[in-house]
């Protein structure tokens, strides 16, 4: 069975640009999260959604904004980008919110 | 929020054991560890609840203090395959992961 997918694999934009990240999870699975991952830190949780709804929620800015569609894919919309925004972007997914969660293998993003 | 790992980094040789410990200072749910090797996905290898279980996968194994809102992960005679950054992530009843800073784990020949 194929794992989670995303795409793109690498992103170059410039500051103020806007961005979109997708994301396929597992087949079966309901629950898709999304992850920031900077150099050399641990990923730290931005969404997840479960049924097409957001079921939690991370300290981001207004600027990330997400949802789920009904075949459960994914995207990950960042507007107005900053420097600060350059990371990995990890999406996983799993059957129901508090099942295990597998990663797909990310995008990363840079911001110039 | 996010929990304390510990060590940030250990070195070994094949066949050395080691420990890597993850502290919270809030009460969880359940303890998840993930192996992230350069350039590529986290890799799931295991999930504790708590109630103090332990678990294994191959020659890694890890324990749940519950009382002490600790978790701690233990590779046994490591082999090359096991070099990588080890990730707790912590779950208080939220569905949300906090995970922490990550041990880079080298194990040489």
């Known amino acids: 069975d194929a794992g989670v997918t995303q795409s793109p694999t690498h992103l170059i934009k410039t500051r103020g640009q806007h961005v979109t990240l997708r994301c396929s999870p597992i087949?079966?699975?309901?629950?898709v999260s999304w992850y920031q991952q900077v150099l050399g830190q641990g990923p730290q949780f931005i969404f997840q959604?479960?049924?097409?709804?957001?079921?939690g929620r991370g300290n981001f800015p207004d600027r990330f904004s997400a949802r789920q569609f009904p075949n459960y894919s994914s995207e990950l919309n960042v507007n107005a980008l900053l420097l600060g925004d350059s990371a990995l972007y990890l999406c996983a997914s799993s059957l129901g919110i508090t099942d295990t969660q597998y990663f797909g293998p990310g995008t990363r993003l840079t911001v110039l | 929020q996010q929990p304390v790992q510990s060590p940030q980094a250990v070195i070994l040789r094949e066949g050395e054991d080691a420990v890597i410990n993850c502290s919270s200072s809030?009460?969880?749910?359940?303890v998840h560890w993930y192996r992230q090797k350069h350039g590529e996905a986290p890799v799931f290898l295991m999930i504790l609840l708590k109630g103090g279980e332990q678990k294994g996968h191959d020659k890694i194994s890890a324990s749940f203090n519950e009382k002490k809102q600790q978790s701690s992960l233990y590779l046994t005679a490591s082999q090359l395959s096991y070099s990588g950054t080890y990730f707790c992530?912590?779950?208080?009843?939220?569905?949300?992961?906090?995970f922490g800073a990550g041990t880079t784990v080298t194990v040489r020949a």
């Open positions: 087949s079966g699975h309901k629950s």
């Open positions: 959604y479960y049924e097409k709804e957001e079921r």
């Open positions: 809030k009460a969880l749910y359940s």
């Open positions: 992530g912590t779950e208080i009843n939220d569905y949300k992961l906090s």
